[in-house]
């Protein structure tokens, strides 16, 4: 079964603190893809990255990094030095199997003030 | 590339009236759409897999009688909530998976619906 886990329902934080989201994953397949999508009041979602199985590499971009570790199934993403325009809900989601359906967490909302 | 067209973006309508909501991509062909629904502060939780000329998969618990699901070419799909009611009231995203460089999904920009 494929399960992503956001423990974090909602995160405040004051603006130019660093953040971090945790994102931990199940699934059985050893093919598979991470992402991390942004969703603002709009609701439109927001594309910030894609991970698949076999690339560990942490990712840095810009105030935005990802550290992807397989022996704890986690995804977790950090905003350094946060600003009130990150204040969304964030999203983890997982697909695995190839070309299969997308499962989401269920989001952190996070809430930057100035 | 890889853009999907998602209309309406909000609509209010009568209880017992139905609903159609189109996604068409734009710039590549959509061989496989998801429908996802989202409540206020909730997930987004998928609804249905729909692949090109075939009958849509439905999750659990999902009325297929009642989200009619229509993926009849490459480039469209729709979805009709038939005799809507208060309870349907919703946020409904549709997303594609697409694979050029590389593998991923592309989403519309949603539709919120709601029924009075």
């Known amino acids: 079964a494929q399960k992503v886990t956001q423990a974090q329902t909602e995160i405040s934080v004051v603006e130019k603190e660093d953040v971090t989201l945790d994102c931990v994953y199940e699934t059985r397949d050893t093919t598979y893809y991470l992402f991390w999508y942004k969703q603002p009041p709009s609701g439109e979602l927001v594309f910030l990255i894609r991970r698949n199985s076999f690339d560990e590499q942490n990712e840095i971009s810009g105030r935005y990094s990802w550290n992807f570790q397989k022996s704890t199934s986690s995804f977790n993403f950090t905003i350094t030095a946060s600003q009130v325009v990150d204040s969304a809900v964030y999203f983890c989601a997982l697909a695995s199997g190839g070309y299969n359906k997308l499962i989401f967490g269920a989001g952190t909302r996070l809430a930057v003030h100035p | 590339g890889a853009v999907v067209s998602q209309h309406p973006s909000w609509v209010i309508c009568k209880s017992g009236t139905s609903v159609k909501i189109e996604c068409r991509s734009l710039d590549f062909q959509a061989t496989t759409m998801f429908w996802y629904r989202q409540f206020p502060k909730q997930s987004l939780m998928l609804m249905a897999t729909?692949?090109?000329?075939?009958?849509?998969?439905?999750e659990q618990g999902v009325e297929k009688d009642k989200f009619l699901i229509n993926h009849a070419s490459l480039t469209l799909s729709t979805l009709t909530v038939t005799s809507a009611h208060p309870e349907d009231s919703s946020f409904y995203i549709c997303?594609?998976?697409?694979?050029?460089?590389?593998?991923?999904?592309?989403f519309g920009s949603g539709t919120r619906l709601t029924v009075v």
């Open positions: 997303s594609a998976s697409y694979v050029t460089q590389d593998y991923g999904y592309t």
């Open positions: 729909s692949n090109e000329g075939s009958k849509a998969t439905y």
